[in-house]
């Protein structure tokens, strides 16, 4: 489907935020995340570049620049700009971004409605370090499960980045559940570190 002008009928581009003919801002297209910020598909999309697509889209779309417009095309500019927001939230962290590619495949993990459950190794896993979390005594114990999971969560990306490259998805998958699961312990350890 063409996607054109609201003002002047020109055809444009998925990621055009204003008509090349008229320079009115447009409506946001239906398209994906990374389609919207003008990035790569891909999981090791790199975090700076990111940033830069997304300040410099931000810049564009401020309110600021549309107070003299019409309501039109205010209202473009916030439903631009939060589309973008939208965007940029779900790809800036690795657990969030994995969870997005693995969707646009097909598969929802770590949600009500999640296509893949975790592997039993998965859980025990889990249930082990969470049991070393409540059996920590010291503030030496609880230094060294957040070392060790903070190994773990850079292992788990770094498994993610190459499950994504070698297409394997059930692999991704599992791996972004064990994502989750980290983030959530890491969580805990914190929690657990301000106690006392």
Known sequence: MTIKCWNCNTPLGATDLFCQLCAKIQPPAQTDHFTRLSMPHD????????EVAYFSMQTKLHPDRFTAKSE???LFSMQQSMSVN?????????????????????IIVNADNSTVKPSQELLMESLEAREALSNAKTPEDIRQITIENMEHRLEAIDSIKQNFIDRKFED??????RLRYLEK????????????
Do not use: H
């Not at 939208?86 to 495949?105: I, Q």
């Open 43 to 50: 999981f090791d999309l790199g975090i700076k570049k990111l």
């Open 72 to 74: 039109k095309e205010k």
């Open 86 to 106: 939208e965007a940029y939230e779900a790809l800036k962290s690795p657990l969030s971004r994995a969870e997005y590619l693995l969707k646009l495949e097909g």
């Open 172 to 177: 991704a998958a599992q791996n972004t559940i």
């Open 185 to 196: 312990l890491n969580e805990e350890i914190k929690r657990e570190g301000t106690k006392g």
